[in-house]
């Protein structure tokens, strides 16, 4: 199909991109993140026409490696992995914070740091199975040989952060969402030794892209100009 894009692109005596550019995003980028890259690509080239699709970072790349996908905005966690022929590119270090009730009760522990094991007696208020943020927390829980108990499997921060600020759990959530959150004042960020995860925002890019190529650079400049704002 993309072949014959290219050729119809050249009838037209055009180098312009056209066609469908199929987009994977995880679902921890938000709006404020995306909406001015994909806003910049459609003024930049209008005869490209965006199919997007949320998925989390497990399925995208799947997808991308069976070329399902043209290119996907992922957050990658340690556990992930590319294919050995997947290019992807990285534009940014989302940090994670775990987050509690602001009257939280935790054990007395002196002047020694607070571990992932001081925190055994509470639930978790995380994302559904597939989310490698709660990949990473299980991942963790099993080196410190605790149990990971969770409480609620629910999608979208600002309803795990307004049930974190009732007091149902801790919540494991994007340190920019928490610091932003209406409900900031009445949540606490737990600084835990052993548990300080990271993710790579990352472009993973299909082989074969033809003339859509170019189109796919020019959405991960504009990402990675965006990124600098929102991530280290």
């Known amino acids: 199909m993309k072949s014959v894009t290219d050729l119809q692109a050249c009838a037209r005596g055009s180098g ?10 995880s679902p921890g980028l938000t709006q404020s993140v995306l909406s001015a890259p994909f806003d910049e690509l459609r003024r ?7 199919r997007l699709t949320s998925q989390w970072t497990t399925a995208l790349i799947g997808a991308v490696d069976r070329c399902e996908l043209d290119c996907a905005a992922a957050l990658l966690t340690d556990h992930h992995s590319l294919p050995s022929d997947m290019a992807g590119t990285q534009i940014g270090v989302e ?10 009760e935790l054990p007395t522990i002196g002047r020694r740091e607070m571990c992932l094991t001081d925190l055994s007696g509470h639930g978790w208020v995380l994302n559904p199975v597939g989310c490698g943020y709660r990949e990473a927390l299980i991942r963790a829980c099993d080196r410190a040989q605790i149990t990971c108990r969770i409480v609620a499997d629910v999608l979208g921060y600002d309803l795990q952060l307004s049930l974190v600020a009732r007091g149902a ?24 030794a052993d548990f300080a995860p990271e993710v790579r925002v990352m472009m993973l890019r299909a082989t074969a892209l033809g003339s859509l190529g170019v189109a796919v650079d020019y959405l991960q400049a504009r990402l990675a100009t965006t990124s600098r704002k929102f991530f280290a």
């Open 95 to 104: 940090g994670l914070g775990v987050v509690g009730a602001c009257n939280i």
């Open 16 to 25: 312009e991109p056209s066609g469908d550019l199929r987009i994977g995003v």
């Open 44 to 50: 930049r080239y209008p005869d490209v026409r965006m």
């Open 169 to 192: 759990g801790l919540g494991l959530v994007p340190r920019r969402l928490i610091d932003k959150s209406a409900l900031r004042q009445r949540l606490r960020v737990l600084t835990v």
